[in-house]
């Protein structure tokens, strides 16, 4: 088995928006596209052509039904990938110690030299978060596109993971959530960010920021309440001879108008 | 442990161009790795997504290497449609292709009919049917979504999508409308991070809450076809509250504009000077004057009695039609399916945004009048529409609502409102009117597609029968702007209004889920007249990929894919511009073809100077353009205007007006693939009307005097139809369009009923269609990456539907419409209008095409709705073939399709099945791995 850092010196990892995500998959097909090409074995697609297409792919877009009872019913997009736990189950499951998490900056990451495509550490992950490439018969999973981030071939701008980098609505932060100063720390503080599954015991690094309220004004305005607002629909006078009457008036006091 | 390097290599080059995975026009980093493709990203230099990508983009990659690419020219060798084929030489195929329409060309042109799907060289397309001197040409427009295009032509000189977007760092609360999660993809979810990222609001209209809608602050659940009833009891509940921006209507609009209110010929047109110039009452004299004159406000309330006719204002005529009841929420909400409260909260919402803090920028400008104003003010309220709200018979009337809503909260052009982008705004009058009166051997005298302003432009002979082969132009659609894409085979097949010899099609699957009622476009294809003919005798076909729509032609000429090619995205066709930038931009051969394929483009010019057509022939008779490249370097619209704005003139430093560079695609892609120019500061709003604008445009050549101009709430064209109907006039409609025409031209926004609505009994649901982001307007389905996101469409069902029938999970339904019946697998959706049931379009395949196993699920399980709609209304006994189409622009009313549906048991298969169709091309790998380099 297989040994976690007492602490690790950053814990990097992302921040995603469940009030922007528009599941659009932008994301995962980011992450496939590098990912296969870069850091060891290629994501490979099985029957790409046929009938039971099935890939290995490091980051999947879920969407979710929720029906509250006095609103309209509401769809959720939740972008899944690896959490790089504090207390990784994957890691301490592993009987190879090719799973490990790394003491600079808390990534988890499997050498692909060691696994023996046992998966232990897929069973162990609470979050499926794991995949088992078909052709290499290794463990695939998000790696924060270590081979990105302190990439000294990419911009620095660039140095981010690919799923960030291509977010069009701009739902996917990274940074240091171990330092409570970082842009994603005060993003997590400012909108409630939330552990996925926090009974699990894991301590992910990765958080989630909630959806804000949804369907205020249904809740209410079905009802005819609507009184807050009530006063920007007063009406100027009764009957259409009425408001030619409030017109003159109003444009009366246009500058430059009929004073 | 650690075994990665830090640093690997990323790419030994990057290739920057631009995306054709859907109709957005990103600019991608293509990282090359050995000489082949490794990794596409996006560019973060560029206008339009700023180094974003969607999942179409990066799933590029996978486009480039499919298997259903096809490889070389084909000859078909078995009975249409049965996809067998046999390879042959680009010499034989182009000798073909001229042998068939050089007889043409002398003698009857209307006997080509050349339409182009989602083609984005439509300038050079049209061009070349120009010269062809055939009439019947347009691209995918008709099908698609003309109606906001046109509608916001017509109303504001420029419409959503690529011609505009809201004013994303100023809006407050944005209010987007329609089904379909589209145009333009990257800039509407940037646009809503960023919206999202400051709390600004986002209520969305649409029967269903996918995508877009999912983040929505808001969602209003609307029935199918009625947002126009919606958009016009807002503007009631805004005009009673007198929230409208009065001086900007005064301003900007017709709404002051003097419309004879009498009887006769000129009823309802305006009040004229002699120049021709619509005439409004000045605030300061109350003299009549001419709309622009200096220094003028004219009188929203103004009135004239002049030649024995009262003239009044628009503003008056339209308060007076909003202010009625009919237009009362209480009147629209059953029918919308939105309780009464709810619309007057978004009423009250709309105002509270609107004119409690208005955005103000101090910067001054001048308008048309000369008169100087201190600041930019604005209302933070924005709109955009997808196709939804327009795919629709009464589409056009409801794209033309909203932009009357948005006109009177004054928030098109000003700051925290609707932007256009260069060239746009541009009014209707500096658009083309339509062409199609053909000769023999003679170029048309002018473009093929435009905006008529009255009877006298339509396209139609003497006894007022329609020139074209899709009616387009004709009293039955007379503002068809795009022309009717989804009519030609029908008309052609049914000889109506004439008989065609060779359909001409590129990039237009018209065989399967581009065709209304795809059964009966299989059907006409494939049909023989009694001399063992084909009705339809012979076809051409352009596409890169084993499509559906091969199978059935005649002549395949194989285009590459976007990476192997040149392109231009150009200010000429739809622009890539934003609204404080114009901008356009190539594709250039990143990776050279690994097949015997040619660019489509360089297939016309090459075609081109075969014919003989002038443009593409010099004058000793041989071949003006080597290629499609060398057009557009060299080709001149006007003189010193041409394909590409950047980097004319001999030394490459003129940008709009220039001569030709010859190094001009060299400079495009050393400078990533694109040009920009920014909109000078004091130009960047009220465009149409801002002298500083309107003078920049002329200098980038997007016209050639100032056009400043008012929105035409009132639409004086759309009355001239309607005059004409009303017995009015030389040129008269048919009688039995008369009526019709008379309801649909109405000049200011109205709502009917949409198609169906008559059997709304028996068929009670209303059915929809949409793309979903990961495939929209890409050719996703035998994308590797894509269909493993989206390789099944189940129909989804809302919960009252699912719970009345009985429905579970795994279960499968019968739905019928007046056309037919399908067989498919249901799911249930809660957040879904309750009497509304949609799918996924064009996942389903057809067996046999697309390179995919004749067992995939899309080709099994997957369906089309295409099969229940028509092409044509059920039959009225009258004699008319009635197409289902909006009349007034002839946009497919998809979305007007009503349904029924039982419970069945589970099948193996969606039905209808049809028999697989022979391949083109080989299968594709049983393991994909797909690195490159070492």
């Known amino acids: 088995m297989t040994a976690l850092p007492d602490t690790t010196k950053r814990k990097l990892g992302l921040v995603i928006d469940l009030d922007t995500c528009v599941g659009c998959h932008a994301c995962v097909i980011a992450c496939k596209g590098w990912n296969t090409q870069v850091h060891g074995a290629p994501l490979s697609d099985t029957d ?65 030299d060691d696994c023996m495509g046992c998966g232990l550490c897929a069973w162990a992950c609470p979050y499926g978060a794991r995949e088992m490439d078909a052709a290499a018969g290794v ?121 | 442990m650690n075994t990665h390097t830090p640093s690997p290599r990323v790419s030994d080059e990057v290739r920057k161009t631009t995306c054709y995975m859907c109709a957005c026009r990103c600019g991608i980093d293509v990282h090359m790795k050995d000489g082949q493709v490794a990794y596409i990203e996006g560019n973060r230099d560029h206008p339009v997504n700023r180094g974003v990508l969607c999942a179409k983009g990066s799933a590029g990659i996978m486009q480039v290497n499919a298997p259903s690419r096809l490889r070389a020219p084909l000859k078909r060798v078995g009975p249409r449609g049965s996809g067998q084929f046999e390879e042959i030489t680009w010499e034989e195929a182009l000798e073909t292709a001229a042998s068939w329409l050089k007889p043409l060309r002398e003698s009857a042109p209307e006997k080509l009919a050349f339409f182009t799907g989602r083609d984005q060289s439509q300038s050079f397309t049209s061009f070349w049917a120009q010269a062809f001197g055939t009439p019947n040409y347009a691209a995918h427009g008709g099908f ?28 407050r609360l944005f209010l987007l409308f329609g089904v379909a999660e589209d145009h333009d993809s990257n800039p509407i979810k940037m646009g809503l991070g960023r919206l999202k990222a400051r709390g600004a609001r986002v209520v969305s209209v649409n029967p269903i809450r996918t995508g877009y809608n999912a983040i929505a602050d808001d969602w209003l659940g609307i029935t199918p076809g009625t947002d126009g009833l919606l958009i016009l009891a807002l503007v009631h509940e805004l005009l009673k509250a007198g929230r409208v921006d009065l001086e900007y209507l005064a301003r900007f609009t017709n ?12 009823a309802g047109l305006f009040l004229r000077d002699a120049g021709g110039k619509p005439l409004v009452i000045d605030s300061a004299t109350g003299e009549a004057v001419p709309f622009d004159a200096p220094g003028v406000l004219p009188d929203l309330a103004g009135s004239l009695d002049r030649d024995g006719a009262t003239h009044r204002s628009v503003f008056q005529l339209l308060a007076e039609r909003y202010l009625g009841p009919a237009h009362a929420p209480e009147a629209v909400a059953d029918r919308c399916g939105i309780p009464a409260p709810r619309i007057r909260a978004l ?61 009177l909260l004054g928030t098109v052009e000003a700051p925290g409102g609707f932007r256009f982008k260069p060239p746009y705004p541009k009014p209707v009058e500096a658009h083309p009117r339509p ?81 209304m009622n795809s059964t009966a476009a299989m059907a006409a294809l494939t049909e023989r007249a009694a001399d063992g003919e084909y009705v339809i005798p012979r076809i051409i076909y352009s596409d890169a990929y084993a499509s559906e729509m091969v199978a059935y032609a005649d002549l395949i000429l194989p285009d590459t894919t976007y990476l192997e090619r040149h392109d231009c995205i150009s200010l000429l066709d739809r622009p890539i511009s934003e609204a404080e930038a114009a901008a356009d931009a190539i594709r250039w051969p990143v990776v050279a073809p690994d097949r015997d394929v040619r660019a489509f483009q360089s297939v016309l010019i090459d075609l081109g100077a075969r014919l003989g057509l002038p443009g593409f022939v010099k004058d000793d008779g041989t071949a003006a353009y080597a290629d499609y490249a060398d057009y557009i370097v060299n080709h001149q619209r006007r003189t010193g205007v041409g394909p590409l704005a950047g980097f004319r003139g001999a030394e490459g430093t003129q940008g709009g007006r220039g001569a030709p560079n010859p190094r001009q695609l060299d400079r495009y892609i050393a400078n990533g693939g694109f040009w920009v120019t920014h909109v000078p500061d004091e130009a960047a709003f009220f465009k149409p009307w801002n002298r500083v604008y309107q003078n920049w445009a002329v200098e980038m050549g997007f016209y050639d005097a100032p056009q400043p101009y008012l929105f035409q709430l009132y639409s004086e064209p759309m009355r001239r139809f309607q005059l004409a109907a009303e017995g009015h006039g030389p040129h008269q409609p048919p009688e039995h369009l008369r009526e019709g025409l008379r309801a649909a031209m109405d000049p200011l926004p109205h709502w009917s009923p949409p198609f169906g609505a008559d059997t709304a009994q028996d068929y009670p649901l209303h059915a929809l269609t949409q793309r979903p982001m990961a495939m929209y307007h890409s050719w996703g389905s035998q994308n590797a990456w894509l269909r493993q996101i989206h390789g099944v469409n189940p129909l989804y069902l809302p919960t009252r539907v699912w719970q009345a029938h009985g429905f579970a999970d795994g279960d499968w339904a019968r739905v019928t419409s007046p056309h037919g019946t399908i067989e498919v697998p249901v799911a249930h959706m809660a957040a879904l209008n309750e009497h509304t049931i949609w799918t996924w379009n064009a996942i389903g395949k057809r067996r046999g095409a697309w390179a995919l196993d004749p067992d995939a699920p899309e080709a099994t399980k997957g369906f089309l709705l295409n099969h229940l709609i028509g092409a044509l209304l059920p039959a009225r006994g009258d004699g008319h073939r009635w197409a289902n189409s909006d009349p007034v622009t002839g946009q497919a009313a998809w979305f007007d399709l009503r349904v029924k549906i039982e419970r069945v048991a589970p099948r193996h298969s969606a039905k209808p099945l049809y028999p697989p169709v022979g391949s083109p091309v080989p299968k594709g790998v049983r393991l994909l791995r797909w690195r490159v380099g070492k």
């Open chain 1, 139 to 259: 463990m695939k999973k998000c790696t924060l596109c270590v081979d990105r981030i302190y990439n000294e071939h990419l911009p620095e701008i660039d140095r981010v993971p690919a799923c960030v980098r291509t977010c069009p609505a701009g739902a996917r932060h990274f940074g240091d959530l171990g330092d409570p100063d970082s842009d994603v720390s005060q993003l997590v503080a400012a909108r409630g960010g939330f552990d996925l599954m926090p009974e699990q015991g894991t301590k992910p690094v990765n958080k989630y920021l909630p959806p804000r309220p949804r369907d205020q004004g249904a809740i209410g305005a079905d009802e005819g309440d609507i009184d807050v607002l009530a006063p920007y629909l007063a009406p100027v006078t009764e009957g259409p001879g009425g408001f030619l009457g409030w017109l003159d008036r109003a444009l009366g006091q246009l500058p430059g108008g009929r004073g």
């Open chain 1, 48 to 112: 790409p052509y046929g009938a039971a297409p099935e890939g290995t792919f490091l980051n999947r877009i879920h969407s979710y039904e929720v029906q509250p009872a006095n609103a309209p019913a509401q769809i959720v997009h939740f972008p899944k990938s690896c959490l790089h736990c504090e207390d990784a189950p994957c890691v301490t499951v592993c009987p190879t110690g090719a799973s490990f998490k790394r003491e600079e900056d808390g990534i988890v990451l499997v050498n692909e």
């Open chain 2, 255 to 266: 709404a002051p504009v003097l419309v004879n209110a009498g009887d006769g010929p000129e």
């Open chain 2, 144 to 171: 698609c979504s003309v109606n906001m295009a046109a509608a916001g032509i017509y109303t504001m000189g420029g419409a959503f999508w690529e011609f505009g977007q809201p004013d994303w760092e100023r809006t």
């Open chain 2, 435 to 515: 062409n199609a009166t053909c000769r023999p051997g003679t170029p048309l005298a002018g473009p093929h597609l435009g905006f008529p302003l009255g009877p006298e432009d339509l396209c139609i002979n003497d006894d007022g029968t329609p020139q074209r082969i899709d009616k387009a132009f004709s009293w039955e659609h007379p503002m068809s702007a795009h022309g009717l894409m989804h009519m030609v085979i029908p008309n052609a097949h049914a000889g109506d209004p004439y008989r065609i010899d060779t359909l001409f099609l590129y990039m237009a699957n018209m065989s399967w889920n581009s065709s």
């Open chain 2, 347 to 407: 009423a009250a919402e709309i105002a509270r945004a609107a004119f409690d803090a208005p955005v103000v920028i101090d910067q001054p400008w001048t308008d048309f009048r000369g008169i100087r104003h201190d600041r930019m003010v604005g209302r933070p309220v924005s709109f955009h529409a997808m196709r939804g709200i327009s795919a629709h018979a009464n589409g056009f009337q409801t794209a033309r609502a909203l932009h009357l809503l948005q006109i």
